[in-house]
């Protein structure tokens, strides 16, 4: 399977939801993007996982690098997951205490604005 990202806009707040795999093939793609966002200045993003199929140790490793870009311009990374069985990676990988993982859109960007 390939992987879509679409980039939004929402009070303020980039948005990128990603449909797909998140793996060693598709993984630079999201790289790329959220390396180009917060080379335009985006550094309030939430990435939305909720069209995600599969994630890789990988695709953990971009999340984690579109954190720290963030994080070195004050910003943050917000993530939308309320699938169980990604939900368990981040548990496992202790990165569900990096994170903040919401259960939908609005929460994540309201979680950024308030």
């Known amino acids: 399977m390939d992987l879509s990202l679409r980039t939004s806009e929402l009070d303020g707040v980039t948005v990128v939801a990603v449909e797909g795999e998140i793996d060693v093939y598709t993984a630079p793609r999201l790289r790329d993007r959220i390396t180009e966002l917060v080379g335009e200045g985006a550094y309030q993003l ?48 202790g990165l569900a205490k990096v994170f903040a993982i919401h259960g939908d859109t609005e929460a994540a960007v309201a979680s950024l604005v308030s």
């Open 46 to 93: 939430v990435v939305d996982l909720e069209g995600v199929d599969f994630l890789d140790s990988t695709g953990l490793g971009v999340l984690v690098g579109g954190l720290k870009k963030v994080r070195a311009h004050g910003g943050s990374l917000q993530l939308v997951c309320t699938q169980e069985r990604l939900l368990k990676i981040f548990r496992i990988t």
